[in-house]
């Protein structure tokens, strides 16, 4: 114990650098531990070549940074293969999926996609969660002829990656990230000229690959359109506070705040700090944390999210049947209320039915063949609505539809684009609640 | 730009605040034991989720909860020790630790995770938004209060480890564990009660931490590297070194933010390279500490 401790006063600064490095790794989800949970749904399928199940692998960060959003893919890809052995398989197999933690790490997720496809031979692989990690995951179902049908990686870069410019195997079936705030610059746009004077905008943004690209290019669409940048700062991703950069946009007093954000802890630091400042903006828009659901709502609490704004490609009351029958389902199984259910649990149920249809459609679980399939220019059907993908993999007939929730906090409800069933926006955000 | 930057050296003071009260506790064991506590982030978040259930729960405010949760955390820190610090023996006793403390965070993540689930929740009493307007900007009450509760939690347990005589069993064991068993002193109950006070503290900064972030179980592990580099920073086994680096760090990072966000992180670990290399054992470092 503490002893003379000659080794601490001869390399006391290696030790530092010792612990440091062991901190380090264990804060970037312990990329050097080999322990990945495994869970995996049953099928209760009997073996045999031909009734054998269909085995399926995906990586998903149960654990770490992404873990909210991980936890909720898993509930949404395991509602999917219930529904399907439910109904007798896919021709006639059972599904069998097994989901390995990835701890929010893209070093552990490029293994785990390694382990699933080398050492467990799964038939198909299903994405992770957010663009970070789906990129390198891509790679290497690429370098093994996989398809990589997948519900959370959107953005540009995950479709600019030399695997997918050379094998065009990945497939998101959610809305391409990049424009996802169209609507929202549409929406200012119709506003007209403001009379009494410009409006403002404040674009802090977290140095993420999925936050990042809709935040720019919203920047320079509104700029355009003559609104005032007043704050335009790209943040690291995990900040040891996010008060010094939620006070210099409070103090620009911008009339529209458009945050890059990942998750809700961000979010929720920036309403929480804004609050504190005294400062509540006309307009705010996150890119992600608002559609998060009661996992939002329970962590800034109900009245501050109201007027909060979020983009994205589904919501719980989307006026689809499938999308319906999967809310009244997870509603039962897992509990809370309709308005609560995460979106990531549609982004993962629609990647298992693009890959049920594909294998339908092919009659076998080829993976090259259902390559072909997806890049034939065929529309499929998912709970977030119709799949096109382009000659990228992108889902080119995705709609963008921004989100706000209202009534205290206890609706949610799209409100861009107007018309249809939208409800219409609360144009001036009120007060926070606390 | 003046008022930016007095906001921003104020904001780095206030919030190198909530950092020293997670600080404290993993400096203070390292000092005594010779442990690099890698579980300490993990037990933030645990006090943080005391704290949340007291206040969810029983409606107990957060900070009048610490009365439960300090206490409630020394016996967590007890048994931990009990269970796996103190069966460690050897040459290889301090590089295991690091792997058992881990361990242990595993654990306690695990535990979290079943009983609260993955969604994050914050500590929200009503006074948590509230602020004081002064030098031309606001200041949030939590951040004062978390300020006050640091300096006040250093000096106490300054006062125990100097003023004390359980303190001088303590500095006893820290410079000659075998000359401290020879005047009696029990050497396995200073540790067990050093453990437990290390851990207790940590009930102070997560219930500062816990009103100011929303958190999960999982939050521990994006603290544990920036405290490590506080305490390397403070003096490994420095109380008032904690609470130095602490503030130095957050206002770097806070004043260069300003400009640059993205080189917040970056500038201040080339500083805390830098003394490194001038001056090893930290800015308040062991024989410093030892000195007092």
């Known amino acids: 114990m503490g002893a003379n401790l000659p080794w601490f006063s001869k390399n006391a600064a290696a030790l530092g650098a010792v612990a440091l490095s062991v901190g380090v790794l264990a804060a970037c989800s312990s990329s050097s531990s080999s322990s990945s949970a495994v869970s995996t749904t049953s099928s209760g399928a009997a073996s045999g070549s031909s009734s054998a199940p269909i085995t399926i692998g995906a990586s998903l960060s149960l654990t770490g940074d992404f873990s909210t959003d991980g936890q909720a893919f898993q509930k949404g890809y395991n509602l999917w293969v219930k529904d399907v052995n439910a109904a007798g398989g896919i021709l006639g197999r059972q599904v069998k999926l097994t989901v390995l933690d990835d701890k929010s790490d893209p070093n552990q997720v490029v293994t785990n996609y390694q382990t699933l496809i080398n050492s467990d031979h799964v038939d198909l692989t299903f994405g992770p969660f957010s663009s970070l990690l789906t990129g390198p995951a891509s790679a290497v179902a690429a370098r093994n002829g996989y398809a990589f049908v997948e519900g959370a990686g959107g953005a540009p870069s995950v479709f600019d990656t030399p695997s997918n410019q050379a094998d065009h195997n990945t497939f998101d079936v959610s809305l391409p990230v990049a424009e996802e705030l169209m609507p929202f610059v549409s929406y200012i746009q119709s506003l007209g000229p403001a009379k009494d004077k410009t409006l403002t905008a404040a674009f802090p943004s977290a140095d993420d690959p999925f936050a990042s690209p809709p935040v720019q290019l919203a920047e320079a669409k509104l700029k355009a359109l003559g609104v005032q940048v007043v704050y335009s700062k790209v943040f690291p991703e995990e900040s040891s506070s996010y008060k010094p950069q939620a006070d210099n946009v409070a103090a620009k007093k911008p009339d529209i705040v458009v945050l890059g954000s990942t998750d809700v802890p961000t979010v929720a630091a920036f309403m929480s700090e804004f609050a504190q400042d005294h400062f509540t903006p006309k307009m705010f828009i996150a890119a992600a944390g608002p559609d998060q659901g009661a996992a939002f709502t329970k962590a800034v609490g109900a009245g501050n999210a109201t007027g909060m704004m979020v983009p994205n490609g589904w919501y719980p009351s989307y006026n689809n049947a499938e999308s319906q029958k999967m809310v009244s389902e997870y509603v039962q199984q897992y509990g809370g209320s309709a308005s609560g259910v995460n979106a990531d649990v549609a982004e993962a149920y629609a990647v298992g039915q693009v890959v049920q249809q594909a294998i339908t459609a092919n009659g076998s679980v080829d993976n090259a063949k259902i390559i072909s399939y997806l890049h034939s220019g065929v529309t499929l059907q998912t709970v977030q609505g119709t799949v096109k993908f382009d000659s990228l993999g992108e889902n080119s007939s995705a709609a963008a539809f921004v989100f706000q929730w209202q009534n205290n906090g206890s609706k949610y409800v799209q409100v861009l684009p107007t018309g249809g069933v939208s409800v219409p926006i609360i144009a001036t955000k009120p007060a926070w609640a606390r | ?292």
């Open chain 2, 1 to 292: 730009m003046a008022r930016e930057i007095t906001q921003a050296i104020v904001n780095g003071i206030l919030v190198g605040g909530v950092y020293a009260l997670m600080a404290v506790g993993l400096t203070l064991i390292f000092g005594v034991l010779d442990i690099i506590n890698i579980a300490q982030g993990v037990l933030v978040i645990l006090g943080a989720y005391l704290s949340y259930s007291l206040f969810t729960k029983a409606g107990i405010d957060p900070f009048l909860g610490l009365l439960i949760t300090i206490p409630a955390m020394f016996i967590i820190g007890v048994v931990i020790h009990w269970a796996f610090i103190s069966r460690l023996r050897g040459g290889e006793r301090t590089s295991m630790t690091l792997l058992v403390t881990y361990a242990v965070a595993l654990i306690i993540e695990g535990i979290l995770f079943k009983i609260y689930g993955a969604d994050n929740v914050q500590i929200s009493p009503k006074y948590v938004n509230s602020s004081v307007h002064i030098l031309g900007f606001y200041v949030g009450w939590v951040y004062i209060w978390g300020f006050i509760l640091a300096v006040a939690l250093v000096a106490v347990v300054y006062v125990l480890l100097y003023r004390t005589r359980f303190g001088r069993s303590v500095r006893a064991v820290m410079q000659d564990e075998t000359a401290a068993r020879l005047v009696g002193i029990s050497v396995n109950r200073v540790a067990a009660f050093t453990f437990g006070i290390g851990v207790a503290v940590t009930a102070a900064g997560g219930v500062v931490f816990g009103a100011t972030n929303a958190f999960n179980a999982n939050s521990g592990y994006d603290l544990i590297s920036r405290l490590l580099s506080i305490v390397i920073l403070g003096g490994l086994g420095s109380v008032g070194g904690a609470l130095g680096a602490s503030v130095f760090m957050l206002t770097m990072e806070s004043v260069v933010t300003i400009w640059q966000p993205t080189w917040a992180v970056a500038v201040y670990y080339a500083a805390l390279v830098i003394v490194l290399v001038y001056r090893p054992t930290g800015l308040f470092g062991r024989k410093a500490v030892r000195a007092q």
